[in-house]
């Protein structure tokens, strides 16, 4: 952060006939009138702040009483009626503005207040956030302009096209450039440019919000993530594909279809088995493994030790009625407290006896919000008005706290359900109930898009669909996996909703189908490395899924668009999701290369484009970089001989235009996880690109015109010119750093 600086101007404008306090930290300032707070940027009004209230009452004056490079301190006097308890004489707020990384907080926590409303003016924006279902109407564009959303954790079990979308924030972000996040767990409601104004309403006596400011969401996340936390570890094994089944017969069926994925040379990293498998009410209260799943450390170190593929289970913090729990809230659903100590270790304990000693290593986190009771008191005192949203959190973060302790960070746990906060304890999210329709991907892909406006880096669709039976079309399935493999976490399902009608594993489908699942897996796998990468850089680099409204704030192609995102900083992703085999696909500023062709296409343009089945429109953006390689092995190390051996990384680079500079942060997974910049640059006459020694060698192929000469650490190189595609190949090795200069 740049040193903060204090500017104090008396001003007349047309905001008020008083005069005005101008309070600069960084690159936002504060402009402080008679009643209003005005934030800019350098070049613009960001929010202009009508009023702060408390219980619903407007404040009658706001004074400046202490200003510094640390703060500024405002007093806001109320009227008496603002106290309901001694409506005596007026009340004042004390509202303190500090800046934070990227932005500023504004805290106010008065001994009086119960509600607090912070009234915008709108400024003509659009609204990114807040909720992952379809709101309002279906609408799969994200912008929530002129709507009131409800900032609460709560079952809507088909109240929109998807079935359970259940994460909320009191996150969003705003064309204009900026981010607001209410840090409360209380629940919300935000009128959003509703009769010319933005209304935050939350039933909270404590005001503590932030504004973030940035060119792009990357800044932004990168602001917030400062205040809630860096965003959980992901392991390698949960970036690749991972495949289940609804509803599993037995253990053999599971073991019979990791071989038959083998025998296809399918590349598999992970598995779960989903509810039911244990004994007790719901096939799963007592948390541990029927007779159906016997012996479970026996197949579960089969998967592992001939397959190379890590388990997972199905979890719930609930019992569905059995009564053998402490802790449990007096609900048919039998939610546990996750805030008293007894409930939380009888939880520990089954994990750790029944699951963790077998081999597991990771959950599926169902059911958080399903029939949640709230009247009833916690443990902890949470007030009432917390709960919905408070569990969804802890949930995370009870489930991180117990597989930390047992298992390290290898490990995975993704959720249905989720508010914010929760960033730090989950590895991703995964869609809700998605119809096993074309609308049905659609739809799920546009709710995907929502968490990532939220700050949450990972997210998963349910390849092939939740609700409906098994068996789809071939070509919806491929679309789907096709999809999947581009989202932040790839898993496929290969049955029916609790197993109904014909299941869908690739062996049933054609010959060509199956080629091209493997095809896809190991695309997957061979991008593991960037994967893994953006996903374990994300407090600095954001999400995996980056919305374009994020990212070209300014662009008014994108205001409505939903069926585009960037993965990661290098590609731009714009998945087929109808049968017609053709799109058009938007392409924001700049130059981009067709990922298979590397034909280069500039920026600012809509194209239409031909969708060959086993194709999607996949581009990669000028002045950037990615990675691939063989690094894991997964079942694959029953095909590829003597796997350790033979790991490698591919370094691709994208130079831009002169001058431009990009920094790539590899996390070198063979080197203790330690990240290592990657850096590449376009200079005049050359290219330059600089890396610390990794910890295997490969190439580092350049998307350029055909040198002149190529030097490694000063000593001239041969170098392969692909003269089609326009890219130059040189070979490095590992353990040594790299400074490749490119004369052209």
């Known amino acids: 952060m740049k040193s903060n600086c204090i500017v104090i101007v008396l001003l007349l404008t047309c905001f008020s006939s008083v005069a005005q306090v101008k309070w600069q930290s960084d690159d936002l300032s504060v402009m402080v009138t008679e009643k209003n707070i005005l934030v800019f940027s350098p070049d613009k009004l960001l929010v202009d702040i009508e009023n702060i209230e408390f219980n619903f009452q407007t404040p009658k004056s706001v004074n400046v009483t202490e200003q510094s490079p640390e703060k500024l301190i405002l007093e806001l006097t109320y009227p008496c009626v603002v106290d309901y308890y001694s409506p005596d004489e007026p009340k004042t707020a004390t509202v303190e503005i500090t800046p934070v990384k990227s932005g500023l907080r504004f805290h106010a926590s008065p001994?009086?207040?119960n509600q607090v409303t912070i009234t915008m003016r709108d400024q003509n924006e659009h609204y990114y956030g807040l909720l992952e279902m379809l709101y309002p109407s279906n609408q799969k564009s994200p912008d929530l302009r002129g709507t009131v959303v409800d900032?609460?954790?709560?079952?809507?079990?088909?109240?929109?096209?998807?079935?359970?979308?259940s994460v909320w924030s009191a996150f969003y972000m705003s064309s204009r450039g900026y981010a607001s996040f209410f840090?409360?767990?209380?629940?919300?409601v935000y009128h959003l440019a509703v009769n010319g104004k933005t209304k935050i309403h939350h039933p909270t006596g404590e005001l503590d919000w932030y504004l973030f400011y940035g060119p792009d969401?990357?800044?932004?996340?990168?602001?917030?993530?400062?205040?809630?936390?860096?965003?959980?570890?992901?392991?390698?094994?949960?970036?690749?594909?991972?495949?289940?089944?609804?509803?599993?017969?037995?253990a053999e069926q599971i073991v019979d279809d990791v071989q038959k994925f083998t025998a296809l040379r399918i590349p598999v990293t992970g598995w779960w088995v989903d509810r039911p498998y244990s004994d007790g009410a719901h096939a799963w209260s007592k948390m541990n493994f029927n007779d159906d799943f016997a012996n479970p450390d026996e197949w579960i170190?089969?998967?592992?030790?001939?397959?190379?593929?890590?388990?997972?289970?199905?979890?719930?913090?609930?019992?569905?009625?059995?009564q053998d729990f402490p802790g449990l809230f007096p609900n048919y659903f039998g939610y546990f407290d996750l805030t008293d100590p007894e409930a939380?270790?009888?939880?520990?304990?089954?994990?750790?006896d029944y699951q963790y000693s077998a081999g597991v290593r990771g959950h599926k986190m169902d059911r958080g919000e399903e029939h949640f009771p709230v009247s009833e008191p916690w443990e902890d005192g949470t007030p009432e008005n917390q709960r919905r949203n408070k569990y969804l959190y802890l949930y995370a973060k009870v489930q991180h706290d117990i597989m930390q302790k047992a298992l390290g960070k290898n490990h995975m746990n993704f959720a249905r359900a989720s508010f914010h906060r929760a960033q730090p304890y989950l590895n991703g999210l995964w869609g809700g109930d998605v119809r096993n329709t074309w609308d049905g991907m659609a739809a799920n892909l546009a709710n995907g898009l929502r968490c990532s406006f939220m700050g949450f880096p990972v997210w998963a669709t349910d390849c092939g669909g939740y609700i409906g039976g098994g068996r789809i079309s071939e070509e919806l399935y491929t679309r789907w996996i096709q999809l999947g493999a581009w989202c932040g976490m790839f898993e496929v399902k290969i049955d029916g909703s609790g197993g109904s009608s014909q299941a869908r594993p690739p062996w049933v489908y054609s010959g060509r189908f199956q080629q091209i699942f493997r095809e896809v897996c190991e695309q997957r796998m061979a991008l593991l490395p960037y994967i893994y990468s953006h996903a374990n850089t994300a407090a600095k680099n954001g999400v995996l899924m980056k919305p374009l409204q994020s990212m070209y704030p300014e662009d008014a192609h994108v205001t409505d668009m939903w069926d585009e995102f960037l993965f990661g900083n290098a590609f731009l992703v714009a998945p087929e999701l109808d049968t017609t085999r053709s799109r058009e696909v938007y392409l924001p500023a700049g130059t981009w290369y067709d990922f298979d062709t590397l034909e280069s296409y500039a920026g600012n343009t809509t194209y239409p484009m031909d969708v060959p089945i086993n194709e999607t429109p996949v581009f990669v953006k000028a002045n950037s970089i990615y990675l691939t390689g063989q690094l894991l092995a997964g079942?694959?190390?029953?095909?590829?001989?003597?796997?350790?051996?033979?790991?490698?990384v591919n370094i691709h680079a994208f130079p831009g235009k002169v001058g431009e500079k990009t920094v790539f942060q590899y996390v070198d997974v063979l080197d203790n996880d330690r990240v290592k910049n990657i850096s590449l640059q376009r200079q005049n006459g050359g290219i330059v690109i600089s890396a610390p020694a990794l910890a295997t060698g490969g190439s580092i192929e350049i998307k350029t015109e055909k040198p002149e000469k190529v030097t490694i650490n000063g000593e001239k190189k041969y170098f392969d010119y692909d003269k089609i595609r326009g890219v130059a190949k040189i070979n490095f090795q590992q353990e040594k750093a790299v400074e490749l200069i490119v004369t052209l």
């Not at 205040?227 to 289940?244: A, E, F, L, N, R």
């Not at 170190?301 to 569905?320: D, H, P, Q, R």
């Not at 079942?635 to 490698?648: A, G, H, L, P």
């Open 635 to 648: 079942n694959s190390v029953n095909w590829i001989r003597s796997f350790d051996e033979k790991r490698f």
């Open 151 to 165: 900032v609460e954790a709560e079952m809507n079990a088909a109240r929109y096209h998807e079935n359970l979308t």
């Open 111 to 113: 001994e009086w207040g």
């Open 301 to 322: 170190s089969t998967l592992n030790e001939k397959y190379g593929i890590e388990f997972m289970t199905w979890v719930a913090t609930c019992t569905f009625g059995d």
């Open 183 to 188: 840090d409360s767990f209380s629940h919300g």
């Open 217 to 250: 969401g990357d800044m932004i996340h990168e602001a917030y993530y400062n205040i809630i936390g860096t965003p959980k570890y992901v392991p390698m094994w949960g970036c690749g594909p991972i495949i289940w089944r609804d509803q599993n017969e037995n």
């Open 344 to 352: 939380v270790a009888e939880y520990e304990r089954r994990l750790n």
